[in-house]
């Protein structure tokens, strides 16, 4: 095959994809090899691709096919997640636009509709990934609601219900009125907003006929008018008055010591309420009087339950005002809150409303919405058994985290558990399998199927004459967390098939790769379900993205209009560019500030590569010997793939994968292109000897299978083109077999950093003096040279006639220093010298100024005494080092005036 004079991406990597895919090249089966198992994030099943998952699935790829080639049976599982609430929203949607809505359906014809939406879209983003290179075992595809994982599903249902870990009840929850479900707490994003108080006038009530006369104690606040005595609540929800059914204040309080035992009325609503007393009462917040709404926050609840409360609901599942409010029945929350607030004023009944700031809780899929609490019969999990399994092996670095901070965050929400709600409202997803017969709401069992259903309903009612048809099932589904935390399991059937042979040999798998922010809805309770159902951790690692932002450090959004399309920078750029421009700015767990440039840098490097092969390739090669500046640089390079190879090894064992990717690209860019093929190069015409070109392609065949794992296509294009390879063969499949530097290769190593000093100051010469480079120049070497052993390649990097040990340099020399060894460049009359004096005079009289003003400020006793004492040795190594160059500036410029 014949290499063409530039690189295209869209042709090689369609190539290679396919050539990988007909070969089988990602397959797994287990065998005597160390497996090496990694279980995708499973995006949502109708999503498309974004950066986050370009970022997430570029390092899991890095991370699969550095595994492959260490030798390890490498298994990375793709797969989709059914997202029950962003899915059944995006179904409910488009019925809307046919004028049909979901009510007016069965289950049956929803979930029809469901199955079209999602076997029509889903499947899109895994396509997607292809183009990026992603290297999964395609022929292991799942979908959590495929047969399998459905079945492990139900099965953990069934088992955690029969531990007593699961368990119905009404409770709190949160509510979101727009998907109409609860939500797990971790669900909810609190937001910062600008919001009112409002503080309003609860009359005291007075019996018919009665005198009220409050009496004064010492610190107590009473308020009146002409209407009587009144408390004041501060409240940010007005709207919710309609649900009061108490008034709250802390016992301790002075200042509302004169309510204690009496009723106060609702305003508006005129609902006679009892004044409670409760410890749980803020005294500094506000007036120190709370109005309880039991229906309607988590708190109130809680004390409506210990208070024995009435408990009234006012909201409509929709956030609309019921029937059960008396007044603005059918309003939305909001609406009510700003006519509420008028209505108020106008009665009278408002002391007064001020600016707050205040935390209000949003749905996570849908953020536009706000929570409501809502009183509401679900299913819950009991959480604190799964803590108690969990918290140990991430605090002990069982499990490791990578970056550790991020120990703390699980620790805290671990140690703060609460109960799961695992029931949401929905009819996408797997169906609770509760199976409710006649009687009360109590009588129900939990079954794998209906047909066991029945028979145990039979048995615990005592009436064997029950049918299916007696039979009602659970109409909520389960939360889509609830499968994906089996994920690491249920992909391998540990659930429905407990020691199989794939669970027993891809399990516990090695790396997770995934974001901060699902770290409890994900992360935690993979964990727990590792440790409950395998008795071990689901992974050993999990690594820590950051979030991509752009680069004025925005989060990317389809709102902002910041977030690029991945499918056209890889048309753009191509797939190996983009990935190289994510993993130059992704530090583990650190935020990504995504700039375009970085992809047309990777798409820069990707051309450096290729034009570096092709003059390689391009050399005559002639069985002449091998000179000795070629000798040199193949044994310093050598050595130099050796370091970064063990550099590399660390950084891959720290998951510090994007200094492991700029360690390879300054090895390939800094040191083989610009030093190592320099030194090499044979003069322009002649040709290259054998045992030079052959270390060279040798070297290249290193350096691509250290750049394999980061950039998959040109690697391979580039493989295939060092020498013959047979069908199947693959850079994929091959070993980085790279033995340690020994003793002397370290030296040659730190000698060669000092030669390409050399080499860089006669350079630097040249351009300060205007001197061309194919002027052949002279160094001296004051007193000694002690890298005389590479003179060979220093005379041609630097194009030098000679290096001559002198007793003293040419009195026309420019002088540097490699460490405490001086050399330097006769000039002589290749210089025009009233200018160099000119320039040299100017620079004397800039340090002298600069000079003064540390002399002057190290003079002053007070600063001396005062400042810290490394600000104070700062300022004398300035004052040392501008008296050494302002010596050396005076000794050219004697030299220069003869």
């Excluded at 108490?246 to 009892?274: E, F, H, Q, T, Y």
């Excluded at 029950?466 to 994906?484: H, K, M, V």
Aim: glycine share 6%.
């Amino acid at each position: 095959m014949e290499l063409a004079s530039k690189y295209d991406p869209k042709e090689v990597e369609s190539k290679w994809y396919q050539y990988w895919l007909d070969n089988k090249l990602f397959s797994s089966k287990p065998d005597r090899r160390q497996a090496y198992t990694v279980v995708i994030p499973p995006p949502n099943v109708t999503g498309v691709l974004h950066m986050g998952h370009m970022l997430n699935n570029t390092i899991q790829d890095i991370l699969v096919r550095r595994a492959r080639m260490e030798g390890k049976n490498a298994c990375w599982v793709p797969g989709t997640d059914h997202a029950s609430i962003a899915t059944e929203a995006k179904v409910v949607k488009r019925l809307a636009e046919k004028g049909i809505k979901k009510h007016d359906l069965t289950r049956e014809q929803f979930l029809e509709h469901a199955w079209e939406w999602t076997n029509e879209h889903g499947g899109i983003i895994l396509k997607q990934l292809r183009r990026l290179g992603a290297s999964c075992d395609w022929d292991r595809t799942a979908f959590t609601m495929d047969d399998k994982r459905s079945k492990s599903v139900i099965k953990v249902f069934v088992d955690l219900y029969n531990k007593g870990l699961i368990y119905r009840g009404l409770r709190m929850v949160n509510w979101d009125p727009k998907a109409l479900t609860a939500l797990s707490n971790e669900e909810v994003i609190y937001r910062e907003e600008s919001s009112r108080l409002y503080h309003l006038k609860y009359y005291v009530a007075v019996e018919d006929g009665e005198t009220f006369v409050p009496q004064e104690t010492e610190g107590c606040v009473m308020h009146k008018d002409d209407k009587g005595y009144y408390a004041v609540v501060a409240t940010t929800r007005p709207e919710t008055i309609m649900g009061d059914t108490a008034m709250c204040i802390n016992p301790k309080d002075p200042k509302n010591s004169w309510l204690k035992g009496r009723k106060v009325i609702v305003p508006l609503v005129n609902r006679v309420i009892p004044v409670i007393e409760d410890r749980y009462v803020d005294i500094e917040f506000g007036t120190g009087c709370l109005k309880v709404t039991p229906a309607h926050d988590t708190n109130d609840y809680m004390l409506g339950k210990t208070h024995n409360l009435e408990t009234i609901d006012i909201f409509n599942p929709d956030a609309t005002v019921s029937e059960a409010a008396g007044m603005y029945v059918g309003m939305d929350r909001f609406d009510v809150r700003v006519k509420i607030a008028a209505d108020l004023k106008a009665a009278g009944l408002m002391e007064k409303e001020e600016d707050y700031t205040n935390k209000v809780g949003y749905s996570e899929r849908n953020p536009d919405t706000a929570i409501e609490p809502r009183l509401s019969l679900q299913w819950f999990l009991r959480m604190q058994h799964f803590a108690d399994i969990a918290l140990p092996p991430v605090m002990n670095d069982e499990l490791k985290f990578y970056p550790p901070k991020y120990k703390s965050t699980y620790k805290n929400w671990l140690e703060n558990i609460q109960d799961w709600c695992i029931s949401r409202q929905l009819w996408w997803g797997h169906r609770i399998p509760a199976y409710y017969y006649v009687g009360g709401e109590n009588d129900f069992v939990v079954a794998e199927t209906a047909d066991e259903a029945l028979e145990m309903a039979r048995q615990k009612s005592g009436n064997t004459a029950l049918t299916a048809a007696d039979l009602r099932q659970d109409e909520d589904a389960l939360d889509t967390w609830f499968s994906s935390w089996l994920w690491p399991i249920s992909l391998f059937d540990g659930i429905n098939n407990p020691g199989n042979d794939d669970i027993n040999y891809y399990y516990p798998t090695a790396d997770l790769v995934t974001g901060p922010d699902i770290i409890f809805f994900w992360v935690a309770r993979m964990i727990m379900a590792g440790y409950e159902y395998m008795g071990e951790m689901p992974f050993k690692h999990v690594y820590f993205t950051g979030i991509v932002r752009d680069k004025l450090g925005r989060k990317m959004s389809k709102s902002l209009g910041n977030s690029p399309d991945p499918l056209l920078l890889i048309d753009k750029y191509g797939a190996d560019g983009v990935r190289m421009g994510m993993m130059l700015s992704a530090p583990a767990g650190n935020d990504i500030l995504f700039d375009e440039s970085l992809c047309e840098q990777g798409r820069n490097f990707n051309n450096k590569i290729w034009n570096a092969f092709r003059l390689v390739k391009g050399w005559e090669v002639a069985d002449i010997e091998q000179p000795e500046a070629s000798a040199v640089g193949v044994k310093w390079f050598e050595a130099k793939l050796k370091q970064t190879n063990a550099e590399l090894d660390d950084l891959f064992k720290k998951y510090r994968i994007s200094e492991a990717l700029m360690a390879v690209y300054r090895l390939f860019w800094d040191e083989f292109s610009s030093w190592y093929l320099e030194m090499i190069k044979p003069a322009y015409g002649q040709p290259i000897d054998r045992a030079t070109y052959d270390a060279t392609i040798g070297f290249f065949d290193t350096l691509l299978k250290m750049l394999h794992p980061f950039m998959p296509f040109i690697t391979e294009e580039l493989w295939q083109h060092i020498s013959d390879r047979k069908e199947g063969e693959s850079i994929m499949c091959e070993s980085l077999d790279v033995p340690a530097m020994t003793g002397a290769e370290e030296t040659l190593v730190a000698d060669m950093e000092n030669v390409k000093q050399l080499v860089g100051n006669v350079r630097m010469v040249r351009s300060q003096k205007n001197i061309s480079p194919k002027e052949t120049l002279v160094m001296q070497a004051v007193a000694a040279n002690k890298y005389e052993a590479y003179d060979c390649v220093t005379t041609k990097m630097a194009n030098l006639g000679s290096i001559d040990v002198v007793a003293e340099k040419d009195s026309t020399a420019v002088a540097f220093m490699i460490g405490t060894d001086e050399f330097a460049i006769p000039i002589g009359d290749m210089i025009d010298v009233e200018a160099e004096i000119e320039k040299l005079e100017a620079q004397l009289k800039h340090l002298e100024g600069f000079l003064a003003g540390v002399t002057k400020k190290l003079s002053n006793e007070r600063f001396v005494a005062n400042a810290p004492e490394a600000v104070v040795a700062l300022e004398r190594k300035k004052k040392s080092d501008s008296e050494e160059k302002i010596a050396a500036i005076k000794e050219s410029l004697a030299a220069l005036r003869g």
